[in-house]
């Protein structure tokens, strides 16, 4: 059973920057398009950004331009690099495969962006 385990949130200021990391106990990130999600207090889980195996990205609108998704086939792990970062970005932030099956969701990293 593949395991994702996010790293890499914390407290930040508007305009900090953030790296997230995502591991997997698998080898889920050799054949499929991998995302990262994000869920604030009170909102439904939203996708941040999606990226394929061959590097393909797509990118939230909220999301273009100030994030980048990366990933490293070999070593199992996903990024998302967060510049720019604003109080609206503030949520719960979790890896998972972009379309189902997902695999079971981790515990998340939780980003606060404030002041």
């Known amino acids: 059973q593949v395991q994702l385990v996010e790293s890499g949130g914390g407290l930040v200021q508007p305009g900090g920057s953030l790296r997230l990391s995502c591991a997997a106990s698998g080898n889920i990130f050799s054949f499929n398009l991998m995302a990262w999600y994000r869920q604030a207090p009170g909102s439904q889980r939203e996708l941040v950004a999606a990226i394929s195996s061959a590097g393909v990205t797509i990118y939230a609108d909220s999301a273009k331009g100030r994030f980048t998704i990366s990933r490293d086939n070999a070593q199992n792990t996903m990024y998302l690099q967060m510049n720019s970062l604003k109080p609206e970005d503030t949520a719960v932030y979790y890896c998972?495969?972009?379309?189902?099956?997902?695999?079971?969701w981790g515990q998340g990293t939780q980003v606060t962006v404030s002041s």
């Open positions: 998972n495969t972009r379309y189902p099956p997902f695999a079971a």
